[in-house]
C-alpha cells in the first residue's frame, strides 16, 4: 500500500487541528541519533496488541505509516521535508487512541517542530550517539545539544547509560522534562524493548505484554541479518550508522577480521559520518575496505572504490568475497539488494 504526500494537502485551521489532536490520548514523540524507526515500529506494535487503535510514523530510508499491522509507504511528490511530519498529523483520522511519530528534523533549528507539532505526552530519546556531525558539530555533548534542546518538557523515556550523562539530564532538566530512565539491555533488541516497556508502563498499560507484542512484530527490512549468497554471506549492518554499535555487530557474527571484507555505504549529504567511520575502517586488518555509493575525495586509507549497478552486481561481490560486512548507511546499492533478497536468505 501506499498514500501521497504534497505538500498543503492537508487542510483545517489551527485551533481545530490542535483540538483533534488533544483528543489522541497517547502521544509519543521519538528522537535520537538512531534507532528511531525501530522504536516507532515496536510501540506501535505494542500498543496495538494492547487494543488501541494506533498510527505511527517512521521516516528512515522506506518513510512509512504504520495501521496496525499494515505498512503504508508514503510516497512523495518532492524532496524530504520537515513539513511531512505535520501534514502526517493532520491527516490523523479521528477516533484514534494513540500516535507514535518519529522526529525526522535533521537541522538543529527545525529539530522542535515535531515536538511543537505533536504535543506529545511522552518523548522518547533513543540515543545521543555523534551524527550529522557537519550540522550538529562533534561529539555527543553536541548532538545532545541538539537533540535534547528541541524536546519541549514533560516525561521523556531514556536508556540509563543516556540519562547518567551529565550534559543531557542538565539540558533535559532545563527543559522541565522528568526523566525516566530504562534497562539499556545486552542487545540493541533487548534495549529496544526496554524503552517500549517503560513507555508503555509510563501510560499505564502491562508493560510486559506489551512488549510481547512488540517482540513478536518481525524484522523491518533494514534490520541486522546475515545473508547467503553461494559460498558468501553478507552481515547486513548498514542501519547501523555509528562505530560503536557497527563493532558490536561485527563482534556478534564471530567472524574472523583478516577473512572479512568491509563494505562501506557512502552518501554525500553524510560526509561527517564517514569520518566517524574513518579510525575503525582503518584500525583493524581487514581482507578490505570497500567504499561503494556515492565517492568520497579522497578515499579513506587504504580502501578502494567500487559501484554496484545492480543488486546482481552486489550479489556477485558478495559471493567473491566469501564474507562481507555492511555497514554506514542503507540508502542506494544495499536497499536495493535488501528489497530484492528473498526472506528464506536470512540466515540469522
Given amino acids: 500500500m501506499s498514500c501521497l504526500f504534497s505538500p498543503g494537502s492537508a ?62 509507504l508514503i510516497l512523495r511528490s518532492g524532496p524530504g521535508s520537515v513539513e511531512e511530519m505535520r501534514w502526517w498529523i493532520r491527516t490523523l483520522p479521528p477516533g484514534l487512541d494513540a500516535v507514535v511519530m518519529e522526529n525526522s528534523a535533521v537541522d538543529p533549528e527545525l529539530q522542535p517542530l515535531a515536538w511543537n507539532w505533536l504535543h506529545p505526552g511522552c518523548t522518547v530519546l533513543t540515543n545521543v550517539r555523534p551524527d550529522h556531525e557537519e550540522v550538529w558539530g562533534r561529539g555527543e555533548e553536541m548532538a545532545s545539544l541538539a537533540l535534547c534542546s528541541a524536546i519541549g518538557g514533560g516525561p521523556v523515556v531514556l536508556p540509563s547509560s543516556v540519562a547518567e550523562k551529565p550534559f543531557v539530564s542538565e539540558i533535559l532538566c532545563g527543559q522541565g522534562c522528568t526523566l525516566n530512565p530504562c534497562p539499556d539491555g545486552a542487545t540493541f533488541r533487548e534495549g529496544h524493548l526496554s524503552i517500549v516497556k517503560e ?34 554471506c553478507l552481515a547486513s549492518a548498514f542501519s547501523a550508522n555509528d562505530p560503536e554499535s557497527t563493532e558490536s555487530l561485527f563482534l556478534s557474527v564471530g567472524w574472523n577480521r583478516e577473512e572479512t571484507t568491509v563494505l562501506y555505504n557512502s552518501r554525500k549529504d553524510r560526509i561527517g559520518r564517514l569520518r566517524s567511520f574513518s579510525s575503525w575502517l582503518s584500525a ?13 575525495f579522497p578515499l579513506p586509507g587504504r580502501s578502494e572504490y567500487v559501484s554496484f549497478p545492480s543488486p546482481e552486481s552486489m550479489k556477485q561481490f558478495i559471493r567473491a568475497e566469501e564474507k562481507v560486512f555492511g555497514c554506514g548507511n542503507v540508502a542506494g546499492a544495499p536497499l536495493e539488494y535488501l528489497l530484492h533478497s528473498p526472506e528464506e536468505e536470512a540466515l540469522v
Avoid: Y
Wanted: aromatic content about 8%; proline content about 6%.
Fill in 284 to 296: 583493524f586488518p581487514w581482507k578490505r575496505v570497500v567504499i561503494t555509493g556515492n565517492r568520497p
Fill in 199 to 232: 513507555t508503555c508502563r509510563l501510560f499505564g498499560f502491562e508493560a510486559e505484554k506489551c512488549a510481547d507484542f512488540a517482540a513478536a512484530l518481525p524484522p523491518d527490512i533494514a534490520d541486522f541479518k546475515v545473508f547467503r549468497e553461494g559460498e558468501g
Fill in 11 to 72: 487542510g483545517g485551521g489551527r485551533m481545530e487541528f490542535m483540538k483533534s489532536l488533544q483528543k489522541i490520548p497517547v502521544r509519543i514523540l521519538v528522537t535520537g541519533s538512531r534507532g528511531k524507526s525501530s522504536i516507532v515500529r515496536l510501540l506501535s506494535a505494542a500498543l496495538s496488541g494492547a487494543g488501541l487503535s494506533v498510527m505511527g510514523r517512521i521516516t528512515g530510508v522506506l518513510p512509512r505509516e504504520l495501521n496496525g499491522k499494515e505498512e503504508c
